[in-house]
């Protein structure tokens, strides 16, 4: 491939090199290093994630390891359930925020066997671990503090939802690593404080594995969504828990896997995880469940699961105490995952009423993405009906909804508009021809952000 494309082994040890100090490491690769690798010797980690980068750049275009015959690089921090957390958490980081290990990890592949739930012992002997944790760091951290990641929470999750997983990733992991790092490795000015510290970095590593999966990142996601489990079992929260395993679940049968799917939800629902929750986040939880049945085929208890969600946020009151990770989830949401349940059972008018249902109780303004994301589903279910015209009215809707937002999920409802109008492309349609415009703009714009 190196000859092929004119790279020479000596440019190609330059660059290395460069790389290399970018990120603060002394390389001395040479073109007789180059040729070996040519010749099948695998270089070590992490000069393997700096060739891959240089050739990269060399190239002025995207290079795989597997592309160049080395093997994917091991990313080693949170799929290891029995790893250190806090450990995790750093390395995790760690390799996010590098230029260099970021498109390593970015090019990782989503690994169905990392989706087994840890056995009913992993649980206490994590809780244990975290209760005995040695402080390694000075600081004090008390409620004041605790206070402050959780309105940084909030800020970072209504910013995901107007904007999208795209938007400022990157920031959320720098100050889950950094700031809630530190304070994870403190004295706590006692329990309830500590516990507290630990759900919140489970809340925060959940939301960039959330902004990851949104932005089509699936692996890094995987990644954040269990070293969040993790930090769950620290704290003692169950709910977190179970609120994390539903996200999974969600990835797993987006991704075609409707069998780990369905026992990620289970496991989401089962014991203190759904008994512990609020209604709200039940709801939430027996939603996800119930779309996991349906898409493995099992129709009538998809349906029983449907009814039990629904009662759940029937069950909500204003005044009731619920976390603040579910201030997204209600009768619009309940609609959108109502629908995806109803279509995986083959049901297209239940589906199409629930996703109408969907966009009209959402407040667009700020639940942007998702409201864009359901108009889409919703125009896919119109042309899977023959109403071309509906189709193309919601789906112009979508790409005034999509403006600005930076998510994988908006550009796959406008590349889905795109291949369900290609049969009536150079039909001399005007509505048809215009809508293919503006996804075809959209999707260009929106990979260049």
Not at 91 to 98: A, F, I, S, V, Y
Not at 270 to 285: F, I, T, V
Not at 397 to 426: H, Y
């Amino acid at each position: 491939m190196l000859k092929a494309e004119g790279v020479t082994y000596e440019a190609l040890a330059s660059k290395v090199r460069a790389v290399a100090a970018e990120a603060g490491q002394a390389l001395h690769t040479n073109r007789s290093n180059v040729a070996h690798w040519v010749a099948g010797a695998e270089p070590k980690e992490p000069t393997s994630l700096y060739l891959v980068e240089a050739l990269s750049r060399y190239l002025r275009r995207p290079v795989g390891p597997e592309e160049v015959g080395l093997l994917q690089p091991r990313l080693r921090p949170a799929l290891e359930w029995h790893a250190d957390t806090l450990n995790a958490l750093i390395e995790l980081g760690r390799q996010d925020l590098d230029i260099v290990r970021r498109r390593a990890l970015s090019a990782a592949a989503y690994s169905v066997a990392a989706l087994a739930v840890p056995g009913a012992s992993w649980w206490p002997q994590q809780t244990a671990h975290a209760a005995s944790r040695e402080p390694t760091a000075p600081r004090r951290v008390g409620g004041r503090d605790l206070e402050a990641v959780r309105d940084m929470i909030a800020v970072f999750s209504r910013a995901d939802q107007r904007h999208g997983g795209g938007h400022a990733r990157s920031t959320v992991v720098q100050y889950l690593t950094s700031d809630v790092g530190a304070y994870l490795r403190g004295r706590f000015a006692d329990e309830t404080v500590r516990r507290g510290m630990y759900s919140a970095a489970g809340e925060l590593a959940y939301l960039s594995g959330w902004m990851a999966f949104d932005n089509a990142e699936h692996a890094t996601a995987q990644h954040y969504y269990t070293l969040a489990v993790s930090l769950a079992a620290e704290a003692d929260d169950a709910p977190l828990a179970g609120h994390v395993l539903r996200a999974m679940a969600h990835q797993a049968v987006d991704l075609g896997h409707p069998r780990q799917a369905l026992n990620l939800a289970s496991a989401s629902v089962d014991g203190a995880r759904y008994r512990d929750a609020s209604p709200r986040e039940r709801s939430l939880l027996g939603v996800v469940h119930a779309r996991a049945l349906a898409a493995s085929g099992q129709k009538r208890a998809a349906a029983t699961a449907l009814l039990r969600a629904e009662d759940d946020l029937r069950a909500t009151t204003p005044d009731g105490a619920e976390p603040g990770r579910v201030f997204f989830f209600g009768e619009a949401s309940l609609a959108h995952q109502t629908a995806y349940t109803l279509r995986h059972s083959g049901d297209l008018p239940g589906a199409l009423s629930q996703f109408r249902r969907s966009v009209r109780t959402r407040k667009a303004e700020s639940f942007t993405r998702t409201h864009a994301v359901t108009l889409g589903d919703l125009g896919s279910v119109q042309a899977r009906q023959g109403a071309i015209d509906d189709a193309c009215a919601t789906w112009n809707r979508a790409l005034d909804t999509m403006d600005g937002i930076q998510s994988a999920r908006t550009r796959r409802v406008a590349a889905d508009m795109r291949t369900a109008l290609s049969p009536l492309r150079g039909r001399g349609i005007t509505a048809v021809n215009e809508l293919d415009r503006r996804a075809a703009a959209y999707l260009t714009t929106s990979a260049s952000i």
